[in-house]
């Protein structure tokens, strides 16, 4: 069994980020992977953030190909985003500038993804978080 949080396991995953929304009082809402880097942009216009593991990164070991890639999608529909490198968690972090999340959400979502990566547990797809969520 390979690992989840390397290169090969998020190509497995379909993984393209990790979603999260604002969820009620202050816990965020999710997580789950979203494996469309487009469907990554309209999470962003929802007001959602999104996380990207460096260890995902797929061509240089760096994150810099997602950054610019989310970049130029967001740049195609005009919405301004705010991309935080978080070099000792290696995560990067993204937001719609004019739909920022509560700070406490966001840091209670970083510390989700520590939690995750530091387990080895996969994290759910959109379709798998959805589901589960649902009544009955």
């Known amino acids: ?11 497995r995953a379909r993984a393209a980020g990790i979603v999260f929304s604002p969820g009620p009082a202050t816990t965020p809402d999710g997580p789950y992977t979203v494996a ?11 007001g959602c953030w999104v996380i990207y593991p460096h260890e995902w990164s797929i061509e240089d070991g760096e994150d810099q190909h997602w950054r ?7 740049l195609t529909r005009s919405w301004d985003i705010l ?9 990067t972090v993204a937001f719609s500038t004019a739909l920022v999340p509560p700070v406490d959400q966001l840091t209670l979502s970083v510390s989700a993804v520590t939690a995750y990566r530091e387990k080895d547990l996969p994290i759910p797809t ?5 589901t589960r969520r649902s009544p009955g």
């Open 83 to 91: 991309i935080q490198v978080q070099k000792r968690m290696s995560l």
């Open 36 to 46: 469309d880097p487009t469907a990554l942009v309209d999470k962003l216009a929802q």
């Open 1 to 11: 069994m390979s690992r989840l949080w390397t290169p090969d396991g998020a190509v």
């Open 68 to 74: 610019s890639r989310l970049s130029r999608l967001c």
């Open 126 to 130: 959109e379709h798998e978080f959805l």
